[in-house]
Each structure stands twice: as C-alpha cells, then as structure tokens.
C-alpha cells in the first residue's frame, strides 16, 4: 500500500521557517517526481515546487523562488520543503504528492498518482 506522510507544519509568525517533510512508502520512486502543492481556505489547490527523484531537479511557483528549497533522502525516502522568510498568504494546508515521471513536471494537480493527508501551515503575521 503505498502512503505519502506529511508532516512538519504549524504556527509560525511571519518571517519565520519550518520544513515539512513528506516520508514514502509502499513502492519503489524512482521513477516518480514528487511535487508539493497547497490549498488556502476558499483557493484552488496551487504546485509550490516538485523534485525528480532520480536526478533532483527542482522547478517552483514564483512566489516562492528564494524561499522555499525542496530536497530529497533517498536513503529514507523523504522529500522535504525547507520554508524560511515565510509570509501569511503562505498560510495553507500542504500535500505531498507523486507522479511518475515523463520529462517534464506538470504543475496542475492532474494526474497525480497519490496523495498525502497534507499537513496544516499558518503564518501569523
């Protein structure tokens, strides 16, 4: 069965950094890309940034270029978002999520293969 596990988010205030990481299991990635997106209240679910697992290429949304980093263990499976210089409209619940990989990261939230549970973010300001 595979299971993406967020965890890692919280209250911070504005300024602040957390890193959320995403532990998989149940299947062999390598192939994949994993992608975290987030969803504020109200709000189409948005990408953030996604890394490819077998080489660690990184792409990201704009807003956050400079800010957040992602990063991968393949030894335990994990892939992290390291947020620091956080601001309230970065105020989300975050997933984690895999698809495999064809050469190119797809932003949209189409044809995502799993899922995680998503992990709660707020920024106070």
């Known amino acids: 069965q595979v299971q993406l596990v967020e965890s890692g988010g919280g209250l911070v205030q504005a300024g602040g950094s957390l890193r959320l990481s995403c532990a998989a299991s149940g299947r062999t990635f390598s192939s994949y890309y994993m992608g975290w997106f987030r969803q504020a209240p109200g709000k189409e679910r948005e990408f953030v940034a996604a890394?490819?697992?077998?080489?660690?290429?990184?792409a990201y949304v704009d807003s956050v270029k400079g800010r957040f980093t992602i990063s991968r263990d393949n030894a335990k499976n994990t892939v992290y978002l390291q947020m620091n210089s956080l601001k309230p409209e970065d105020t989300a619940s975050y997933y984690c999520a895999a698809r495999r990989y064809l050469g190119v990261v797809v932003t949209s939230t189409l044809g995502y293969d799993y899922w995680g549970q998503g992990t709660q973010v707020t920024v106070s300001s």
């Open positions: 890394i490819v697992w077998s080489s660690g290429s990184t």
